[in-house]
């Protein structure tokens, strides 16, 4: 009974404050969002890891990185190993990602949109895969 109450209660405050709802809507028509109707779709961005230079952050050797990632282990393992915390690998590889969606950008390759998408959604969770990840384990 209670649950009834509450979910008439719910529905009754929904119709009543959505009846006089007044506010700025991303329809065609509205010139402030025109361009989100004229961009282009979809939009693809591929980020290419450098090697040389997480061996460099990592303070390993091409020759030591093989070794321990032959051996299974991963991105974060090793630097864990150099202490390294995660955060501050995450950290390298986002400025690393912000960088290349910046000249993407500047370049016409994606919009701002896709931009803001991108970091907001996905890159976060690219970079703890990429630094969790290895084949051989």
């Avoid at 329809?27 to 282009?40: C, M």
């Amino acid at each position: 009974m209670r649950r009834l109450f509450v979910l008439v209660f719910i529905a009754f405050i929904t119709l009543n404050l959505t009846g006089n709802v007044e506010g700025v809507f991303a329809n065609r028509d509205n010139e402030e969002f025109k361009d989100i109707y004229e961009r282009k779709v979809p939009q693809t961005f591929h980020f290419t890891y450098d090697y040389e230079n997480l061996y460099k952050f990592l303070d390993m050797s091409e020759k030591e990185y093989r070794s321990e990632w032959d051996s299974g282990k991963t991105i974060a393992e090793m630097a864990e190993k150099h202490e390294i915390y995660p955060q501050q690998l995450i950290s390298y590889l986002a400025e690393k990602q912000f960088e290349a969606l910046d000249k993407a950008l500047k370049n016409g390759e994606i919009d701002r949109y896709f931009y803001y998408d991108y970091a907001i959604s996905y890159m976060r969770s690219d970079i703890i895969e990429f630094i969790n990840r290895n084949p051989k384990k």
